[in-house]
């Protein structure tokens, strides 16, 4: 059976080279985001998934509640999407695009774990310093976790950086049983 990764990053790809080619890749990043958004609402999915609608039904409905919160070149994607029996994928789609978006903007999400809560200057110099290590933009979000009794622990993409405390100590109880 096909995963909803394999589905869903063809239409993601096509939305992206559609949105970057008309100036609009904000935009349609709102516009699948509301989508997916709708998608996992218990009432729509169950009508998404009900087999007496037709899928130009489902399309028509799921356009309707979307509303004037998206425009005609949308709306012909989710059409497209309904035509091939994929609007369950809409949420993958989402997620894919925002993928994509970030790796041709050079842009990165990164979360950095602290014991305390770090300056506004403190977070720029790190956001800086990943920034050079990793050639990207990094946006960072802080997360406060008093039990990592001090240091840091960054997860930017699939690089884990853990420098705290806890973790050294979990380092040194390792390295004893050996």
């Known amino acids: 059976m ?14 992206f080279e559609f949105a970057s080619a008309a100036g609009q890749t904000e935009s349609w990043s709102k516009m699948l985001s509301l989508a997916a958004i709708a998608i996992e609402v218990p009432e729509v999915s169950a009508l998404l998934g009900d087999p007496r609608l037709t899928s130009e039904s ?3 409905d799921l356009v309707r509640l979307l509303g004037d919160d998206t425009d005609e070149a949308f ?8 035509e091939n029996d994929r609007l369950s994928i809409l949420p993958t789609v989402s997620e894919l695009y925002e993928d994509i978006k970030a790796q041709a903007e ?36 802080q997360a406060v976790n008093p039990a990592l009794i001090g240091g840091v622990v960054i997860r ?7 420098g705290s405390v806890r973790g050294k100590l979990s380092q040194l109880a390792e390295s004893l049983k050996s």
Request: net charge positive; no cysteine.
């Open 106 to 141: 050079k842009t990165l999400e990164a979360e950095v774990e602290t014991a305390f809560e770090l300056s506004n200057a403190q977070l720029q110099t790190l956001a800086a310093a990943l920034s050079k290590r990793l050639d990207r933009t990094v946006n960072l979000q």
């Open 2 to 15: 096909i995963n909803t990764q394999t589905l869903a990053r063809p239409y993601a790809k096509a939305a």
């Open 156 to 162: 930017a993409g699939d690089v884990v950086v853990d």
């Open 75 to 82: 709306r012909n994607f989710v059409r497209s999407l309904g």
């Open 58 to 60: 489902k399309v028509q």
